[in-house]
């Protein structure tokens, strides 16, 4: 069977390297495309392998065994194990360079940042979206190209050995951790399941002789990678790429040094809580021998989008959008952050944060704390989890942002700094047309 499955896997082979085009997606598929018919707990793309096929498909790849004979369909035993194998015979005949990126906090910032910046020499792909999963990560590397030189792979996981799962696919010769925090605690299970987790990309990148890239201000880092080949980045002078931050009101502006030169950066990113990410971009731009005006450049150009510390100017109010994910350490730099920096009339809009299992009380309780800490007066917080915790009158919660936007309507907020926070599942952006 292992013979039959190789000889399929090069047939397929074969034919992407004639359409290196690979859809999952049937609606939107493209002529030429390969088309892959994964299966979901809500959808099975079997159902629409022969329909791929007559919308212009060169093959679909399928995995049930009743469908009608084509002479363009190929069955395989997994259509999802096919992909993974499929990228990875890719991979290892491809010569870019992979860099991995993961951790809590700040990997899809540090990925487009890093990204913008090794495009500004070399000829790069990176993640697209959040396509940073078992399916999104082969997508990601058939994309790369006899031409790619440079290969920016974010990986995410909730569950133990997805990431050395991910590290099989795309084989980084490189690695970054961003951070380690609490996240995905259901999944996980603690935190120490966390940073075991986030570990498997250092792990890989030691078992095949790479090289990581690690910021010493993070102790948890820096202890994890002490016996790795590595090259650091931090606001240590000792660092092989030193930074500082200038100011941070509120874009972040940073004065940074490699190898003896010196530069200033002035950036479109709120929030200190970015200036890892910045550094790590520069620091592996740097190591790449990217110049330094190309780094300023890159990252200066660059504006977050997709509801990621985005400064947004409406009619009536500013509001710092941040509400694509949080956990208990996005959540509390943002708060810190906000107060810090924003106090015109300063609003708090916190949403829950997700996937914290048994931890969620305690986390959504910490968070009170913490306003309560800051003297935030005007808070809103929005969502079940903190209802379950919250139990005063000085502040507002609504279970829900349609709760929460019929207030906003009766009661409007106008000439005020606002911060929006939650996790994605909230949808805390569907306030923003309210305020």
Same mark, same amino acid.
């Given at each position: 069977?292992?013979?039959?499955?190789?000889?399929?896997?090069?047939?397929? !082979?074969?034919?992407?390297?004639?359409?290196?085009?690979?859809?999952?997606?049937?609606?939107?598929?493209?002529?030429?495309?390969?088309?892959?018919?994964?299966?979901?707990?809500?959808?099975?793309?079997?159902?629409?392998?022969?329909? =791929?096929?007559?919308?212009?498909?060169?093959?679909?790849?399928?995995?049930?065994?009743?469908?009608?004979?084509?002479?363009?369909?190929?069955?395989?035993?997994?259509?999802?194990?096919?992909?993974?194998?499929?990228?990875?015979?890719?991979? &290892?005949?491809?010569?870019?360079?992979?860099?991995?990126?993961?951790?809590?906090?700040?990997?899809?910032?540090?990925?487009?940042?890093?990204?913008?910046?090794?495009?500004? @020499?070399?000829?790069?792909?990176?993640?697209?979206?959040?396509?940073?999963?078992?399916?999104?990560?082969?997508? @990601?590397?058939?994309?790369?190209?006899?031409?790619?030189?440079? =290969?920016?792979?974010?990986?995410?996981?909730?569950?133990?050995?997805?990431?050395?799962?991910?590290?099989?696919?795309?084989?980084?010769?490189?690695?970054?951790?961003?951070?380690?925090?609490?996240?995905?605690?259901?999944?996980?299970?603690?935190?120490?399941?966390?940073?075991? =987790?986030?570990?498997?990309?250092?792990? !890989?990148?030691?078992?095949?002789?790479?090289?990581?890239?690690?910021?010493?201000?993070?102790?948890?880092?820096? @202890?994890?990678?002490?016996?790795?080949?590595?090259?650091?980045?931090?606001?240590?002078?000792?660092?092989?790429?030193?930074?500082?931050?200038?100011?941070?009101?509120?874009?972040?502006?940073?004065?940074?040094? !490699?190898?003896?030169?010196?530069?200033?950066?002035?950036?479109?990113?709120?929030?200190?809580?970015?200036?890892?990410?910045?550094?790590?971009?520069?620091?592996?731009?740097?190591?790449?021998?990217?110049?330094?005006?190309?780094?300023?450049?890159?990252?200066?150009?660059?504006?977050?989008?997709?509801?990621?510390?985005?400064?947004?100017? @409406?009619?009536?109010?500013?509001?710092?959008?941040?509400? !694509?994910?949080?956990?208990?350490?996005?959540?509390?730099?943002?708060?810190?952050?906000?107060? &810090?920096?924003?106090?015109?009339?300063?609003?708090?809009?916190?949403?829950?944060?997700?996937?914290?299992?048994?931890?969620?009380?305690?986390?959504?309780?910490?968070?009170?704390?913490?306003?309560?800490?800051?003297?935030?007066?005007?808070?809103?917080?929005?969502?079940?989890?903190?209802?379950?915790?919250?139990?005063?009158?000085?502040?507002?919660?609504?279970?829900?942002?349609?709760?929460?936007?019929?207030?906003?309507?009766?009661?409007?907020?106008?000439?005020?700094?606002?911060?929006?926070?939650?996790?994605?599942?909230?949808?805390?952006?569907?306030?923003?047309?309210?305020?």
């Amino acid at each position: 069977m292992q013979n039959t499955m190789d000889a399929r896997l090069l047939q397929i !082979y074969s034919l992407f390297k004639k359409h290196p085009s690979v859809c999952t997606d049937s609606r939107k598929l493209k002529e030429g495309d390969l088309f892959f018919a994964l299966k979901g707990d809500n959808f099975d793309g079997n159902k629409y392998a022969i329909q =791929a096929i007559e919308n212009g498909a060169v093959c679909a790849v399928a995995d049930d065994i009743d469908l009608p004979h084509h002479e363009n369909l190929i069955l395989v035993d997994d259509v999802l194990t096919t992909l993974r194998l499929l990228a990875t015979h890719h991979r &290892k005949l491809m010569k870019a360079t992979v860099i991995g990126i993961t951790g809590t906090n700040g990997k899809t910032t540090t990925k487009e940042l890093l990204a913008a910046v090794l495009s500004s @020499t070399f000829k790069t792909i990176c993640t697209q979206g959040n396509l940073n999963n078992h399916i999104g990560v082969p997508l @990601t590397m058939l994309s790369i190209n006899e031409e790619t030189e440079m =290969a920016v792979i974010e990986m995410g996981a909730n569950h133990q050995g997805e990431i050395r799962h991910l590290c099989s696919i795309a084989q980084p010769d490189f690695g970054i951790i961003t951070n380690i925090g609490k996240a995905h605690l259901e999944g996980f299970g603690s935190f120490t399941g966390v940073i075991n =987790a986030k570990s498997e990309l250092y792990a !890989y990148i030691d078992d095949h002789g790479g090289e990581i890239f690690v910021n010493m201000d993070n102790p948890l880092l820096a @202890t994890l990678s002490k016996n790795i080949s590595r090259h650091t980045y931090g606001s240590d002078i000792k660092a092989d790429m030193y930074a500082e931050i200038i100011s941070a009101d509120p874009f972040v502006n940073l004065r940074w040094e !490699y190898k003896n030169n010196q530069s200033v950066l002035k950036t479109r990113l709120i929030g200190e809580y970015n200036a890892e990410n910045i550094m790590a971009a520069i620091a592996i731009g740097s190591h790449f021998g990217v110049g330094k005006s190309e780094i300023n450049n890159a990252i200066s150009a660059y504006s977050p989008v997709n509801f990621r510390s985005q400064l947004i100017e @409406t009619e009536h109010n500013r509001i710092i959008m941040d509400a !694509y994910n949080a956990n208990p350490v996005s959540m509390e730099a943002a708060i810190r952050n906000f107060n &810090k920096f924003m106090n015109r009339n300063a609003w708090f809009i916190i949403g829950d944060m997700l996937e914290l299992g048994t931890e969620s009380d305690y986390e959504h309780a910490e968070m009170l704390r913490l306003l309560t800490d800051i003297d935030a007066e005007n808070v809103i917080l929005v969502g079940k989890n903190f209802g379950e915790v919250y139990g005063g009158d000085d502040w507002l919660h609504f279970n829900d942002v349609e709760s929460l936007n019929l207030h906003l309507k009766k009661k409007p907020i106008r000439a005020c700094d606002i911060l929006l926070k939650a996790s994605r599942g909230i949808g805390l952006e569907k306030a923003l047309p309210f305020l």
